[in-house]
């Protein structure tokens, strides 16, 4: 599969584009030959485990360390060899990098001071970008008297004051509850729309990819395994790593039969529509929540292409809903897990070592 993806777009052309980047360190490599595409305005995450290349990708973009080999260019204007103080782009990192000595205006205008803007223009600037992250009583604090949450926000103003064209996020809410992550993923997404400014983030937590990106970049071992859409990502995974790492994946290993059916246990179910040779080893994938349930023992069940009649064997009361896991024969040691609302758990009277049937549906059942 290409790494090179292109946003819906086609007719414009990408804002920063990344050609065939690889970053060695020794004999480890980060990068491996990586290409993408961003567009004006877009909000992208980089997204992946711990030791995936992700904030390398970042670093790489930001000059911070420079690829072994492949090109960066901006606005088609080649940058693989500037220094961070020639590109165009704004940074936030996880522990914020504040000046602890300087008060938080002072901050904030540290890059314009840098920059020889006025006086006046910068006392100006920096009240307006107080405004703009909501903390306009705070210019006179230092860092050490404000909240992890506040000192992220001064940190974002600071990396935007210069209005730069590009703004790089490293994981810059991790080291916050989770109750300020969550209110500050939608203020910097907010922000990023009004101001309209391309932005990357890398982020190792789905959830904070899924409701901030408008495209998902997932890594894995160096190099790009999807990108798209938080909803192409969740509902359309193109590798296993894919589907298991976004989200909860049923995973069972099976024979395939057809481009179309698989056998599983000895069961023949049918799948969505794959390139797998006939009598290969496979792995077949459906999620929680796209498993339907029964409210009884179906006695024709498991006569039927994809019915089943499982056992309850656990429930977890996860606040929200219930996560039930679910035993048959077919499945060996493994189990099946489903998410079922509280309120459809008391209808169907869900109990421990009850029996019910499940339909596996058939274009919700991937093949890897």
């Known amino acids: 599969m290409s790494n090179l993806t292109k946003n819906d777009n086609t007719s414009k052309d990408p804002y920063l584009r990344i050609s065939k980047l690889t970053k060695k360190f020794s004999d480890f490599v980060a990068l491996n030959d990586v290409s993408l595409e961003i567009y004006k305005g877009e909000f992208v995450c980089f997204l992946g485990p711990s030791g995936c290349g992700k904030t390398t990708f970042l670093r790489a973009i930001a000059g911070l360390d420079i690829q072994t080999s492949g090109r960066v260019f901006q606005q088609e204007q080649d940058i693989s060899a500037l220094p961070p103080s020639e590109r165009d782009f704004g940074i ?13 205006k002072n901050n904030i205008a540290f890059g314009l001071e840098n920059q020889k803007f006025t006086r006046d223009d910068i006392k100006k600037r ?16 230092y860092p050490a008297q404000l909240s992890g949450g506040q000192q992220q926000r001064i940190a974002l103003a600071r990396a935007i004051a210069t209005s730069p064209g ?14 300020v992550r969550v209110y ?55 590798t296993l790593f894919v589907a298991d790492f976004i989200g909860t994946m049923n995973k069972m290993k099976c024979q395939i039969k057809t481009s179309e059916s698989v056998t ?7 799948c969505r529509k794959h390139l797998i040779t006939s009598g290969q080893s496979a792995v077949i994938s459906i999620r929680p929540e796209d498993i339907i ?33 679910l035993g048959h024969k077919i499945l060996s040691e493994s189990q099946l897990i489903i998410d079922l609302s509280i309120n459809a758990k008391a209808q169907m009277e869900i109990s421990l070592n009850k029996i019910i049937s499940i339909e596996l549906p058939p274009d919700r059942l991937w093949v890897f």
């Open 264 to 270: 599983l246990g000895g069961m023949e179910l049918s």
């Open 166 to 179: 590009l703004l790089l996020l490293d994981e810059p809410l991790s080291a916050l509850d989770a109750k």
């Open 92 to 104: 936030v990192f996880q522990s914020y990098a504040l000046f602890p000595n300087l008060t938080v």
């Open 184 to 238: 500050l993923r939608q203020e910097i997404k907010a922000l990023q729309r009004r101001l309209g400014i391309t932005t990357i983030m890398v982020t190792h937590d789905q959830e904070e990819a899924m409701t901030m990106a408008d495209r998902i970049v997932v890594m894995n071992h160096g190099v790009i395994d999807q990108v798209g859409t938080p909803k192409e990502i969740y509902r359309e995974p193109q």
């Open 293 to 325: 349930p029964g409210n009884a023992l179906d006695e024709k069940a498991d006569q039927i292409n994809n019915r089943i009649n499982v056992t309850i064997n656990d429930m977890e009361f996860l606040g929200s809903y219930w996560r039930i896991r």
């Open 126 to 141: 920096v009240e307006e970008l107080l405004e703009l992250v909501g903390l306009p009583e705070q210019e006179n604090k």
